[in-house]
Nanobody
């Protein structure tokens, strides 16, 4: 069992930055691939970024490439999402997720554990 708690969301102007964090419980954090997803009102949850167990491999949605950076610190049981050059369309609840095996990395149903989410609101 893995429990995930996100933090770092907030209200920011367009062009601004935030650093989202996701703290995981347990001693086996390094055995999980981690992902960030987001869900805007009235829309389906969508993939944002993912990182492999070791942190060597990262994956991004086209909409965030070059602006968002995912990283992890296995010693601190934490995964991060640095979000830069924010746009109003980035407004959403951001969720982190964990899974032992993610063949596609981008699919919601591949992930077994989810946090409660953190709200990111970008004003124009």
């Amino acid at each position: 069992q893995v429990q995930l708690v996100e933090s770092g969301g907030g209200l920011v102007q367009a062009g601004g930055s935030l650093r989202l964090s996701c703290a995981a419980s347990g001693r086996t954090f390094s055995l999980y691939n981690m992902g960030w997803f987001r869900q805007a009102p009235g829309k389906e949850r969508e993939f944002v970024a993912a990182i492999s167990k070791s942190g060597v491999n990262t994956y991004y949605a086209d909409a965030v490439k070059g602006r968002f950076t995912i990283s992890r610190d296995n010693a601190k049981n934490t995964v991060y999402l640095q979000v830069n050059s924010l746009k109003p369309e980035d407004t959403a609840v951001y969720y982190c997720a964990a899974a032992r095996w993610t063949p596609q990395n981008t699919i919601v149903t591949e992930y077994d554990y989810w946090g409660q989410g953190t709200q990111v609101t970008v004003s124009s």
